[in-house]
């Protein structure tokens, strides 16, 4: 018989939430967030800070609110306060699984403001890691998505954490194992309808391809590598570049950016086009617009274009952006 995976340390797999004070745990039920909740049980700096979970109910399933409420037991039962938060009004029928997500974050955001929690927290895994990687990859993503997740990131302003990240699933469930706490089993994760549970069902194939989810995180801290000397660059760049910035309105001389890097142009461009216009491009638009700006200034030619509520030009020898007429903007939305 196959060992079983190590425990992970409570101490060590919860040090990232060390400076916080206040935390909301999303705990959905499943082996991966129930193994947080028990790991946080046991953290030794648990006494010491003010811990809460929080339970989606999406409402579309209809057992979602006896399993909410199942968690609520639970984590009662180990000294935490409990929330059911509950996705209302009518529901989508395309995209619903981005746009469940979309609910839970919200919902999740509102909840850690209203107990005044400093941060989030989310029970994401290694597996999830190399699934990530790997939808994003079917998809065309730059380094930013193949970086997939990080230990921390922000969403409405407030910190988001993934202490498991290093851990994989089967470590998770051995958690609950070992504690003799069941869990519950989310039917949609089987369901072929949605991409992920079909790339989950490749993994064997992919795996003998040399594929696997070691190779897939690989990938993802090779990424996470040039994605982080990248900002760096681009941020450097744009310190030094001989620019006009203003609230609404960015001018820069035409050879400046002729000598950019692609890459740095395309990460300038979607900064000062977020900070004017108010939107962030989706990357295929970015890199049509960006093409179109490097060709014109090749050329030195004159070019115009709308992106994210900005409107982009070259005229002359000089670049600007400012943001896109209201009458205009209203007319695309």
């Known amino acids: 018989m196959p060992a079983e995976p190590p425990l992970p340390d409570p101490a060590d797999a919860l040090a990232p939430l060390a400076a916080h004070e206040t935390l909301l745990l999303a705990v959905s039920g499943g082996p991966d967030s129930i193994a947080l909740m028990l790991l946080a049980a046991r953290w030794p700096l648990a006494a010491q800070k003010r811990i809460e979970i929080a339970t989606v109910d999406h409402g579309l399933r209809a057992e979602a609110a006896r399993e909410a409420a199942q968690v609520g037991n639970w984590a009662r039962a180990r000294g935490f306060v409990h929330h059911i938060l509950r996705w209302q009004g009518k529901k989508p029928t395309t995209r619903i699984q981005e746009r469940a997500r979309e609910a839970r974050y919200r919902l999740l955001c509102a909840c850690a403001r209203e107990i005044g929690a400093s941060a989030i927290v989310t029970a994401h895994h290694a597996d999830d890691q190399a699934e990530t990687v790997l939808f994003r990859l079917t998809r065309g993503s730059g380094t930013a998505?193949?970086?997939?997740?990080?230990?921390?990131?922000?969403?409405?302003?407030?910190?988001?954490?993934?202490?498991?990240?290093?851990?994989?699933?089967?470590?998770?469930?051995?958690?609950?194992?070992?504690?003799?706490?069941?869990?519950?089993?989310?039917?949609?994760?089987?369901?072929?309808?949605?991409?992920?549970?079909?790339?989950?069902?490749?993994?064997?194939?992919?795996?003998?391809?040399?594929?696997?989810?070691?190779?897939?995180?690989?990938?993802?801290?090779?990424?996470?590598?040039?994605?982080?000397?990248?900002?760096?660059?681009?941020?450097?760049?744009?310190?030094?570049?001989?620019?006009?910035?203003?609230?609404?309105?960015?001018?820069?001389?035409?050879?400046?950016?002729?000598?950019?890097?692609?890459?740095?142009?395309?990460?300038?461009?979607?900064?000062?086009?977020a900070r004017i216009g108010g939107g962030e491009p989706r990357l295929e638009r970015l890199e049509r617009a960006g093409e179109g700006l490097a060709a014109a200034l090749a050329a030195e030619r004159r070019f115009k274009t709308t992106l994210g509520g900005a409107i982009v030009t070259l005229e002359g020898d000089a670049v600007a952006i400012a943001p896109e007429p209201p009458r205009r903007r209203a007319e695309i939305t």
């Open 145 to 273: 998505g193949l970086a997939a997740m990080a230990t921390e990131s922000r969403i409405e302003g407030l910190p988001l954490l993934r202490p498991l990240l290093r851990f994989r699933k089967a470590e998770l469930e051995n958690v609950c194992a070992v504690a003799g706490q069941d869990f519950v089993s989310d039917p949609s994760n089987e369901n072929p309808a949605y991409a992920r549970v079909r790339l989950r069902r490749l993994a064997a194939t992919l795996a003998a391809e040399g594929l696997d989810s070691k190779a897939l995180l690989r990938l993802s801290a090779r990424a996470a590598r040039a994605e982080e000397a990248l900002a760096w660059s681009a941020e450097r760049a744009a310190l030094e570049l001989p620019a006009e910035r203003e609230t609404k309105r960015f001018h820069v001389a035409a050879a400046a950016l002729r000598a950019l890097p692609r890459e740095l142009l395309l990460r300038l461009l979607a900064a000062e086009i």
